[in-house]
């Protein structure tokens, strides 16, 4: 339960973080800023994939 309840988490995460980097390209933000999205978006990635092979076994 509570691993599904993770993976909805890091999918809306992952969706909002699409949206801002989205916004940061119409903004023409500094690239730093779109790195930090970026990073971020990688890690919520990597975690859903965590709790995916979790929920696998």
């Keep these: 339960m509570e691993a599904e309840l993770g ?11 699409e949206t801002l980097l989205a916004l940061a390209d119409r903004m023409e933000l ?3 800023v779109v790195e930090l999205l970026e ?17 696998e076994i």
Excluded: V
């Design 30 to 32: 500094p690239p730093e």
């Design 7 to 17: 993976r909805a988490i890091e999918r809306i995460e992952i969706t909002r973080l």
């Design 39 to 55: 990073t971020t978006k990688i890690e919520a990635e990597n975690g859903l994939a965590e709790l995916q092979e979790l929920t």
